[in-house]
């Protein structure tokens, strides 16, 4: 059973920087062994984010896109893999909660902290039997798998017409993790592969993966649960870089402050170039309209089950359009921050690499989000 958390360190600000505290200590020995520092694991709990989502009948919190938002930036500052893991274990959890009933009991029996982690690709396949579903398949990319406690996994269902999906929660015991997470970004993810053999999930344990798009809860009517995914989807994904263009802005005005400290000598007033200023100017700016966006993006999600189609096509659009802002924002910086800023112990390079890493995730790409948003506004 799961130590449970103190109510008082939910995602208060204070918990928060503590844990962003500690990640920053475990940042490169987080990345060197490709997973999270227990250290980090333990804080990450602690402070709520695996309870944050989950159903307050569960002792969860049920609670809100904007405190998330801003808690997981907030810890993308000191090191965008323990954001990005944070983000996911909330938002895994709140997918939890489109579980039937009896579902929801089986995952949180032993309290609301409970991690889940998953993945909607539909690579593996269920026959149906019985009472449920039999599983099997390999899942990849799969992070903060490491530390989980259960995982909803998608798979191909057998149908009359287009194939169909559905996920699974599935415990712990009966999945394996195969290590095949070596990438030259986010590498403290340990984002794995998951393997399942011919593993039977009880109908409890499974919904309709149309249900997530549409926000139909069998069990819930909590405003987190019952939000259309395409609405939160890319909150989750760029919240983290939104953080760790924060951290890349303030070491990269640190290390440039001091090359014209260094450069100025004895006289009292250190000369600027205008290309630094520039770069400084743009640079902060954008990561502003990004911040503005998510913040936007997130009070929409807030509304739930009331949030509209084209609402929903905005935030799809807003955070697709936030990412981009921030990753030429970020290779701004590296670009600018020279040949001293590009060594290996510096914070820059790790997050340079990081925030490139993250924007090739499937669900921040602009074209399709532009073509969601294009369709409502046309009604096409």
Same mark, same amino acid.
């Given at each position: 059973?799961?130590?449970?958390?103190?109510?008082?360190?939910? =995602?208060?600000?204070?918990?928060?920087? *503590?844990?962003?505290?500690?990640?920053?200590?475990?940042?490169?020995?987080?990345?060197?062994? #490709? @997973?999270?520092?227990?250290?980090?694991? !333990?804080? =990450?709990?602690?402070?709520?984010?695996?309870?944050?989502?989950?159903?307050?009948?569960?002792?969860?919190?049920?609670?809100? &896109?904007?405190?998330?938002?801003?808690?997981?930036?907030?810890?993308?500052?000191?090191?965008?893999?323990?954001?990005?893991?944070?983000?996911?274990?909330?938002?895994?959890?709140?997918?939890?909660? =489109?579980?039937?009933?009896?579902?929801?009991?089986?995952?949180?029996?032993?309290?609301?902290?409970?991690?889940?982690?998953?993945?909607?690709?539909?690579?593996?396949?269920?026959?149906?039997?019985?009472?449920?579903?039999?599983?099997?398949?390999?899942?990849?990319?799969?992070?903060?798998?490491?530390?989980?406690?259960?995982?909803?996994?998608?798979?191909?269902?057998?149908?009359?017409?287009?194939?169909?999906?559905? $996920?699974?929660?599935?415990?712990?015991?009966?999945?394996?993790?195969?290590?095949?997470? +070596?990438?030259?970004?986010?590498?403290?993810?340990?984002?794995?592969?998951?393997?399942? @053999? *011919?593993?039977?999930?009880?109908?409890? #344990?499974?919904?309709?993966?149309? !249900?997530? +798009?549409?926000?139909?809860?069998?069990?819930?009517?909590?405003?987190?649960?019952?939000?259309?995914?395409?609405?939160?989807?890319? %909150?989750? +994904?760029?919240?983290?870089?939104?953080?760790?263009?924060?951290?890349?802005?303030?070491?990269?005005?640190? !290390? $440039?402050?001091?090359?014209? #400290?260094?450069?100025?000598?004895?006289?009292?007033?250190?000369?600027?170039?205008?290309?630094?200023?520039?770069?400084?100017?743009?640079?902060?700016?954008?990561?502003?309209?990004?911040?503005?966006? %998510?913040?936007?993006?997130?009070?929409?999600? *807030?509304?739930?089950?009331?949030?509209?189609?084209?609402?929903? /096509?905005?935030? %799809?659009?807003?955070? /697709?359009?936030?990412?981009? %802002?921030?990753?030429?924002?970020?290779?701004?910086?590296?670009?600018?921050?020279?040949?001293?800023? !590009?060594?290996?112990?510096?914070?820059?390079?790790?997050?340079? #690499?990081?925030?490139?890493?993250? /924007?090739?995730?499937?669900?921040?790409? &602009?074209?399709?989000?532009?073509?969601?948003?294009? *369709?409502?506004?046309?009604?096409?």
């Amino acid at each position: 059973m799961r130590e449970q958390s103190s109510p008082a360190t939910r =995602l208060t600000p204070t918990a928060v920087a *503590d844990l962003a505290a500690v990640a920053a200590r475990c940042a490169a020995a987080s990345e060197a062994d #490709r @997973r999270l520092d227990p250290d980090v694991v !333990h804080a =990450l709990i602690d402070v709520g984010f695996a309870r944050h989502f989950a159903p307050i009948r569960h002792g969860g919190d049920a609670g809100t &896109f904007t405190d998330l938002t801003r808690a997981v930036a907030r810890i993308g500052e000191a090191c965008t893999a323990t954001a990005w893991c944070a983000s996911l274990v909330a938002n895994l959890g709140r997918m939890a909660g =489109l579980l039937p009933a009896e579902g929801q009991a089986e995952v949180w029996a032993d309290g609301p902290d409970a991690v889940v982690v998953g993945s909607l690709s539909p690579t593996g396949r269920a026959e149906p039997v019985s009472g449920g579903w039999r599983l099997s398949g390999r899942w990849a990319y799969i992070s903060a798998v490491g530390f989980a406690d259960w995982a909803l996994l998608c798979g191909q269902v057998p149908s009359d017409g287009p194939p169909a999906a559905r $996920v699974f929660a599935v415990p712990r015991a009966a999945y394996e993790i195969t290590d095949t997470w +070596f990438n030259v970004g986010m590498g403290a993810t340990g984002s794995n592969t998951v393997v399942v @053999r *011919d593993v039977l999930v009880p109908d409890a #344990r499974s919904f309709d993966r149309a !249900h997530l +798009f549409t926000g139909a809860a069998a069990a819930s009517t909590e405003p987190c649960h019952v939000v259309p995914l395409p609405a939160v989807n890319g %909150l989750s +994904f760029v919240a983290p870089v939104l953080g760790a263009a924060r951290g890349m802005e303030r070491a990269w005005t640190g !290390h $440039v402050a001091e090359k014209i #400290r260094s450069a100025a000598g004895p006289t009292p007033a250190p000369p600027r170039r205008v290309e630094q200023d520039v770069t400084l100017a743009r640079t902060a700016g954008e990561i502003d309209a990004a911040e503005l966006l %998510l913040e936007r993006a997130a009070a929409a999600a *807030d509304q739930g089950a009331g949030i509209t189609p084209l609402e929903t /096509s905005r935030n %799809l659009r807003d955070c /697709s359009l936030a990412l981009d %802002l921030l990753v030429e924002a970020v290779n701004r910086l590296f670009r600018a921050a020279g040949t001293s800023g !590009h060594a290996t112990s510096s914070p820059m390079q790790r997050a340079w #690499r990081d925030v490139n890493t993250a /924007s090739s995730h499937v669900a921040l790409q &602009f074209p399709p989000a532009a073509s969601a948003y294009a *369709d409502q506004v046309f009604k096409i």
